[in-house]
């Protein structure tokens, strides 16, 4: 049987060299890979399917994928998303206000830009209680990161849009927890995954 600790590090390594601003942050593991869901759905605190506005006829997306269906699909900018998340789920624009509020759930947008096109390419949830970002890594695992910018980068490019929703919306839409009763399974059937919440000099 694989050593716990060793396999935490190990993945740590790997994440840290996808995402060099994560090596000098103090981050958490919080969950295993899945390919059920991505970064976007993570954002609309969904675990069991992708938010995506891909190229498809509505009529071929299959039920683990979703994107509003008053929205246009193959359009990745800004937003789009922006569009999705207010309409759906009761965001509104804060500009780049990343700084908690006590009382808001805030997401954060990371994007591209060039020859003056943006391409969506990540989202983030703010912590409800403001402790870090909550990232889903594409197919790979979740993560609590302190700053938005520890995803920063080539892969992700940059923040360009905070939003923000009221507890009250939240709790009004039914999406407020789903993603912490999934943390509480994890932690329930993977004991051995707790050393990855153990300070960062443990894991050197």
């Known amino acids: 049987m694989p050593n716990p600790l060793r396999r935490v590090k ?17 981050w958490y593991l919080k969950s295993p890979k899945s390919t059920k869901y991505q970064c976007i759905g993570w954002a609309a605190c969904e675990s069991h399917r992708k938010w995506w506005p891909w190229d498809w006829p509505r009529h071929l997306y299959p039920p683990e994928v979703y994107w509003p269906a008053h929205l246009p699909v193959g359009d990745e900018s800004i937003q789009n998303f922006v569009n999705a998340f207010v309409d759906e789920l009761g965001y509104e624009s804060c500009g780049r206000n990343e700084e908690f509020e006590f009382g808001y759930q805030k997401i954060a947008i990371y994007a591209k830009i060039a020859n003056g096109a943006d391409k969506t390419k990540h989202m983030a949830r703010q912590h409800l209680l403001g402790r870090g970002w909550l990232s889903k890594l594409g197919g790979n695992v979740d993560i609590l990161h302190a700053s938005l910018r520890d995803l920063e980068g080539d892969l992700y490019g940059k923040v360009e849009q905070v939003l923000r929703r009221s507890w009250r919306t939240a709790f009004s839409k039914g999406l407020a927890l789903p993603s912490s009763f999934r943390f509480l399974l994890y932690r329930l059937r993977h004991p051995s995954w707790i050393v990855s919440n153990l300070k960062r000099r443990f894991l050197a």
């Open 10 to 26: 190990m993945v740590r390594s790997a994440i840290e060299q996808e995402f060099p601003g994560l090596s000098n942050s103090r």
